[in-house]
């Protein structure tokens, strides 16, 4: 079936330093999220993506659909410590899709 | 606007019991997930609804997992009977069906089976 791998598993970084995560596929998706999951709560959507190439910002996120179709990128510009968490991808094979394959997520840590 | 709710938040059962979880979707949502979260790692769904109808279960364990939506709003996940095995977040997702809104998450169910 479809898996999806992220990169890098965990990383530690300095309050106020950029952060850039990848999702890559075996498989070609047409839609991709990403989202983030805090200690005892349910994800939430940072963003999504919907055309090969498209850049969508939200704040101080930024995240970009693979040109091959096969990877997503995050970057956090600036990090705080409440980014701390679990970042996600998500990709379907569906336009707008309803059905999604989750990665095994990137932990990030904000030393102060 | 209210969210995913979802409860029990928590749920301790030994082995060989049955659990059951309740999921209300945000208003308005026809689809509804539902989504296992073994521990470090990301959701994988075991169940998608649209209104009551259940579209994809392929990955529902259906010896001993099984949903229901009556009248397309509410759902329960049911477990009978449970093993070892199935201790994970249990997380309940809606979305919209006009194609272009992405599925919201509730906070999830956790459960440890001893």
Same mark, same amino acid.
């Given at each position: 079936?479809?898996?999806?791998?992220?990169?890098?598993?965990?990383?530690?970084?300095?309050?106020?330093?950029?952060?850039?995560?990848?999702?890559?596929?075996?498989?070609?998706?047409?839609t991709w999220l990403w989202y983030k999951q805090d200690p005892g709560e349910g994800p939430v959507?940072?963003?999504?993506?919907?055309?090969?190439?498209?850049?969508?910002?939200?704040?101080?996120?930024?995240?970009?659909?693979?040109?091959?179709?096969?990877?997503?990128?995050?970057?956090?510009?600036?990090?705080?410590?409440?980014?701390?968490?679990?970042?996600?991808?998500?990709?379907?094979?569906?336009?707008?899709?309803?059905?999604?394959?989750?990665?095994?997520?990137?932990?990030?840590?904000?030393?102060? | 606007?209210?969210?995913?709710?979802?409860?029990?938040?928590?749920?301790?059962?030994?082995?060989?019991?049955?659990?059951?979880?309740?999921?209300?979707?945000?208003?308005?949502?026809?689809?509804?997930?539902?989504?296992?979260?073994?521990?470090? !790692?990301? *959701?994988?769904?075991?169940?998608?609804? #649209?209104?009551?109808?259940? %579209? /994809?279960?392929? !990955?529902? *364990?259906?010896?001993?997992?099984?949903? #229901?939506?009556?009248?397309? %709003? /509410?759902?329960?996940l049911k477990i009978q009977p449970a093993e070892l095995g199935d201790s994970a977040v249990y997380?309940?997702?809606?979305?919209?069906?006009?194609?272009?809104?992405?599925?919201?998450?509730?906070?999830?169910?956790?459960?440890?089976?001893?």
């Open positions: 079936g479809q898996q999806l791998n992220q990169s890098p598993q965990s990383m530690f970084i300095q309050e106020g330093e950029d952060v850039s995560m990848n999702c890559t596929s075996s498989s070609i998706f047409n959507l940072l963003i999504a993506l919907y055309k090969a190439g498209e850049l969508t910002s939200n704040g101080r996120l930024t995240a970009q659909f693979g040109i091959t179709r096969k990877d997503s990128f995050l970057n956090i510009s600036a990090s705080i410590p409440s980014d701390v968490g679990i970042y996600f991808c998500a990709g379907s094979v569906d336009n707008y899709g309803q059905n999604f394959v989750f990665g095994p997520g990137t932990r990030l840590s904000v030393l102060p | 606007e209210a969210g995913v709710v979802q409860s029990p938040r928590y749920k301790i059962i030994e082995k060989k019991q049955p659990v059951a979880f309740w999921c209300n979707p945000i208003s308005g949502h026809n689809t509804l997930y539902w989504y296992r979260q073994n521990l470090g !790692q990301g *959701p994988e769904l075991l169940i998608r609804y #649209e209104n009551e109808e259940a %579209v /994809d279960d392929s !990955q529902l *364990p259906k010896d001993r997992f099984s949903a #229901e939506r009556l009248k397309g %709003v /509410d759902s329960t997380l309940c997702a809606s979305s919209s069906d006009r194609g272009y809104e992405t599925q919201y998450f509730g906070p999830g169910t956790r459960l440890l089976v001893l």
